[in-house]
């Protein structure tokens, strides 16, 4: 079945980084796009960052450009976010998302807790 489980996540001091990982399996990763999600409390989940499935050019919300950098390793079935100077704002439970195209059914994974604080 199709599983995605991310891991990496943790609590961090302001301005440190993390490490996010998705590990995949149950379906063709190299023909899907991948996304990073996330949803702090109270508020709507948002899009953090896309990496299309090949080629193209990656996505990120405007709060964290410059700073997170998503990437993915096909060979591995694994997408990746890096995540560098953190702020308090960036706390949030964030998601990994597959979906081939749009319009299509997505799967999800369990999400992983990111607590920025001092």
């Known amino acids: 079945q199709v599983q995605l489980v991310e891991s990496g996540g943790g609590l961090v001091q302001p301005g440190g980084s993390l490490r996010l990982s998705c590990a995949t399996s149950g379906f063709t990763f190299g023909i899907y796009a991948m996304s990073w999600y996330r949803q702090a409390p109270g508020k709507d989940r948002e899009l953090v960052a896309r990496i299309p499935s090949a080629g193209g050019s990656t996505n990120y919300a405007d709060s964290v450009k410059g700073r997170f950098t998503i990437s993915r390793d096909n060979g591995k079935k694994t997408v990746y976010l890096q995540m560098n100077n953190l702020k308090p704002e960036d706390t949030a439970v964030y998601y990994c998302?597959?979906?081939?195209?749009?319009?299509?059914?997505?799967?999800w994974g369990q999400g992983t807790q990111v607590t920025v604080s001092s």
């Open positions: 998302k597959a979906q081939y195209s749009s319009g299509w059914n997505a799967y």
